[in-house]
């Protein structure tokens, strides 16, 4: 609804970025889709899919009827799938790791419902050395969207996750001690303005002199 009410609204449009809390919804990504909007959502190792389509036939995945897991999948891409990539996140050192993207469509529910969502990007992540991916994404940009750019696209939810903590840690969002919706609504907007507030004056005058909000990190 928050985004159905954007959307309206006349906020320019871009990728909705989320974790798999909401990526493994599937009337969400449905939701999302039905608005025309792309997304890129983290999904659970147990999601299971279906290869895609030739035509109007269906495929199954070599030597297996039927769907698998997306963690399944992972571990029988050959070597020639995986790229290296870089990326960055927020102000930190550039960040590196194996990565890879499946054309892929989701399987239906445990209770067989569910609508056909078309034919979606996997992206997995699998640093070397690791022993499992480290992350699994349903992503809805174009096919021929370059890799670099996929990884950063979903890589983006860095600065969710950044002005998330500033947010708790800097300005009190986290400290709510009240009982009541009204309560709870009146601080979160006087955080949100306050955060609002420090990053504007952050962009204009770059950071302070000193003191603990040096350790602020905006975009």
């Known amino acids: 609804e928050q985004i159905r009410h954007a959307h309206a609204s006349g906020v320019p449009l871009g990728v909705v970025l989320a974790d798999e809390a909401y990526g493994a919804n599937p009337p969400f990504r449905r939701g999302v889709a039905a608005l025309g909007l792309a997304y890129a959502l983290g999904v659970p190792s147990s999601l299971r899919v279906y290869p895609p389509r030739e035509g109007r036939r269906a495929r199954c995945w070599p030597d297996q ?17 995986w790229r290296w990539i870089t990326w960055r996140d927020g ?15 989701v399987a239906p529910t445990s209770n067989g419902t569910g609508k056909d969502e078309g034919e979606q990007t996997l992206l997995i992540e699998w640093p070397g050395g690791e022993p499992d991916p480290l ?17 950063n696209t979903a890589k983006g939810r860095w600065w969710i996750e950044q002005g998330y903590r500033d947010l708790k840690h800097e300005v009190g969002l986290g400290d709510f001690e009240g009982r009541g919706w009204r309560g709870f609504h009146h601080h979160v ?23 603990r909000a040096t350790n602020l990190s905006f975009p």
Do not use: K
Request: charged share 20%; with cysteine; proline share 6%.
């Open 189 to 211: 907007t006087l955080t949100l303005a306050a955060y609002g507030f420090l990053v504007m004056q952050r962009c204009e005058h770059g950071p302070p002199a000193g003191g």
């Open 91 to 105: 102000t930190g050192r550039d960040l590196t790791a194996r990565f890879a993207r499946i054309r892929v469509r």
């Open 135 to 151: 992350g699994y994404w349903l992503m809805t940009l174009p096919s021929h969207t370059a890799l670099e750019a996929v990884v």
């Open 65 to 81: 009827d039927g769907n698998r897991s997306v963690r399944d999948l992972a571990g029988r891409q050959p070597r020639s799938r």
